[in-house]
């Protein structure tokens, strides 16, 4: 490394200067650290927490580690960069030479600050190697129908009238709606449509009752008419929620869920029912997870057409139970069920699977995020580069006075127009649009007219640490002017458009910000550097 740091001295200076070399060498040890133990430490058993595969017993611990370290070796290397500037001593530089002195100095923070997505990286990379990408679906698909063959509560279960139905005010037995943004064929209105299925009588909530109740509720033999199947304790009253919805509709995968599983009960399809129940547990045995039932013993609690009833001969945990081993007995507790299955784990470990083999939208807003703050933070040291020690912390406590300023006067408007907060908004807006604009400016004129620089050093603090954030002001801007003077249906168009693309518009706004930073250093403040102190 010194051989390398000597050559480097001799003919890259400024590489030598910024010590790019020995800090890449550390972060990246460090980096390639992280993603092996991200790697070597994930487990299945730790995907069968409430946590998902980046945030359980060793994340906290490395990103303590992560920040200590990183602000470690970020002020012995700030010790070192700031022994030697040449362009605060006027040494001859390439036009390039700042640009790349502050590229430098971003990557240099980025490989500081991505400790924590490098580990999430191996441990989700270990996660994909637990089940294909092919085989994922076919397994999820399993545990999201086996949930409607689960009776764990007769909560659940119970329903005092046919499942999709409710009574009017006049007691009959009414079909609910579906609540869509289509409008229905006899013109009634989606707002007619709740409207009218709030006033509906959808029964009791029977959360609140003990087992003892519904069973009392249940032997009154709630019959109707047109449904001579129903029974109130059934597997057919169940919700069919997707539990995959999030990774599911994100990613447009198609899989059957709960839905498919009623089908079936109605039809009295015996053999996909048993299929279905074989696979599950299979599943279980592959990944090691204990279930006190068999096949034919779960398909005897559970198949008993047409009404599938519900009591406590068949309820079943969804869940292993706490302490319980492959090598012991289970003994149901008072109340308990008599029975268990691994749902759950499996549920939570598979959502973990899919999540890392379909959704990216994570890492890429965590490395957006490290992109940002990097770029941020660079700024702040290039612009102590580019001026003085003295300047800088003059541009900051004008800049802590200016946020002070910016918050009495926004207390003055609001209570001027009652506590309104479109002239708020709109001042937010203005301030520090108007203030960039000035100060670019009064900079330009002192080029212009080659005057002396006196404390301009603060205003060029000030334009270079708030333009990362101009593109998105005037976006906000534009969003706030589209809300108070155009109804929804004229501004949903353009609204949804910059909510669905938002981790887009952020990049673009890092792209305008290498390529502004490229033309003040070219045009303003290498001109500015020629000109006199006083």
Known sequence: ??????????????????????????????????????????????????????????????????????????????????????????????STALYAEWLMIFVILVSLIITPLTYVQGAKMKVQTFVSKEKVLHDVETINMIAALIPTDKNSFFSEFPKGYAKNKTGELVKIKEVTTEVYENEVTLEEVIIENDSLDYGK????????QLDSLANQKLTYKDFPHFAPLSLLNQEFDNQYYNQISTNNIKIRDKKEVEKWLLNENKEKIR??????????????????????????????????????????????????????RYYAQNGEPKYFVPYEELRRAYENILSA?????????????????????????????????????????????????????????????????????????????????????????????????????????????LLPFIPMILLGGYVVWLNEYYGWEDRRIITDWIENNMLQIVWADVAFTFVAVWLLLQFVIRRWKSLPEE
């Open 205 to 212: 909530n029977y959360y609140l009752y003990s087992n003892e």
């Open 275 to 328: 299929q279905l129940i074989d696979d599950f547990l299979a599943l279980a045995k592959k990944h090691h997870l204990p279930a006190s039932l068999t096949t034919d013993q779960w398909l005897r609690l559970i198949y008993n057409p047409p009404t599938y009833p519900v009591s406590d001969f068949n309820l079943i945990l969804r869940s292993i139970p706490y302490g319980y081993n492959n090598n012991s």
């Open 1 to 94: 490394m010194k051989k390398i740091q000597q050559y480097l001295l001799l003919h890259h200076p400024l590489v030598w200067n910024t010590k790019i070399v020995p800090i890449m060498a550390i972060t990246l040890a460090i980096n390639a650290l992280a993603f092996v133990v991200g790697y070597s430490s994930t487990t299945f058993e730790s995907l069968q927490g409430y946590y998902s595969y980046n945030n359980y017993s060793n994340y906290p611990l490395l990103l303590f580690f992560t920040v200590l370290s990183g602000l470690v070796i970020l002020v012995l290397w700030l010790v070192y960069y700031a022994r030697n500037n040449a362009f605060r001593e006027f040494y001859l530089k390439r």
């Open 357 to 465: 083999h379909y959704e990216n939208e994570n890492s890429n807003i965590a490395l957006l995020v490290i992109v940002c703050i990097a770029g941020f933070v660079s700024l702040l040291v290039f612009s102590f580069r580019c001026t003085s020690g003295k300047t800088w912390l003059i541009a900051l406590v004008s800049a802590v006075l200016l946020w002070i300023i910016y918050g009495f006067i926004a207390v003055v408007i609001a209570l001027a127009h009652n506590g309104g907060d479109r002239a708020i908004k709109f001042f937010m807006l203005f301030f520090w649009i108007a203030l960039f604009v000035c100060e670019l400016i009064y900079l330009l004129s002192l080029n212009k007219n080659a005057a002396a620089k006196k404390y301009s050093g603060v205003v060029i603090n000030h334009i270079l640490w």
